[in-house]
């Protein structure tokens, strides 16, 4: 069964430096989207990407980061100068044409920043 | 009132038990519902969509009343594989693809 795949599973960090998360989407999908999950509180929606460029960001998607899809596979979280607050669970999803909503997450990448 | 409400639980329910979940929404003009779930640190899962007319899927019926904007999901004959959080999730935004995501309700299955 296709699923998407993340890297690294966890990735521990100091406050300042920039993290890179990786996410391979399902191939033939075409919406990819980054989800956070601080622990013990609920999914939120960072980012969507469609057609080589964001679609819909919310207000926790500052320009602290960024997304890109460099070769067509990967599709990359970038967090600059992370702070402790971004500690979290980043999950990547993708989706197909078929109904908006029915999302295929990765296993996420767990961040923590000391 | 939070975009989308669900009680947190816990429920903790014997084997072969019904339980069922309850969830509100904020957003009248929410366009597509879903239930996922999410086992403890893992990833969300899609358990089923939720449609106008109601549906089922094995032991699992979803529910949707628009003019209550409420959503149901019932769980027949549980299992302990069914112990999980059970997320509502509604598509809300004037774009279709953001997904809002409930706070979820802990389900234990007790054997």
């Known amino acids: 069964e296709p699923e998407v795949t993340q890297t690294p599973s966890h990735q521990v960090t100091q406050m300042g430096q920039e993290v890179i998360l990786r996410c391979v989407p399902i191939s033939n999908h075409l919406y990819f989207y980054w989800y956070r999950q601080i622990l013990g509180q609920k999914v939120e929606f960072l980012v969507s990407f469609y057609n080589n460029e964001i679609s819909e960001k919310s207000e926790i998607f500052d320009d602290q980061f960024s997304v890109e899809r460099p070769d067509g596979s990967n599709f990359t979280l970038k967090i600059r100068s992370t702070k402790l607050e971004d500690s979290a669970m980043y999950f990547c999803?993708?989706?197909?044409?078929?109904?908006?909503?029915?999302?295929?997450f990765g296993e996420g990448s767990r961040l923590t920043v000391l | 009132r939070k975009e989308v409400e669900q009680d947190p639980g816990p429920f903790n329910v014997p084997e072969g038990a019904t339980v069922a979940f309850n969830c509100t929404y904020s957003n009248s003009a929410s366009q597509s519902f879903f239930w996922y779930r999410q086992d403890c640190r893992k990833e969300p899962k899609l358990l089923m969509s939720?449609?106008?007319s109601g549906n089922e899927d094995g032991r699992f019926t979803a529910q949707l009343n628009r003019a209550s904007q409420y959503i149901s999901l019932l769980i027949r004959d549980s299992k302990l594989s069914d112990s999980a959080t059970y997320l509502c999730v509604v598509l809300t935004s004037g774009s279709a693809r953001q997904l809002t995501f409930g706070s979820g309700t802990q389900l234990t299955v007790l054997p």
């Open positions: 999803a993708s989706s197909g044409t078929s109904v908006a909503g029915e999302l295929f």
């Open positions: 939720v449609y106008s």
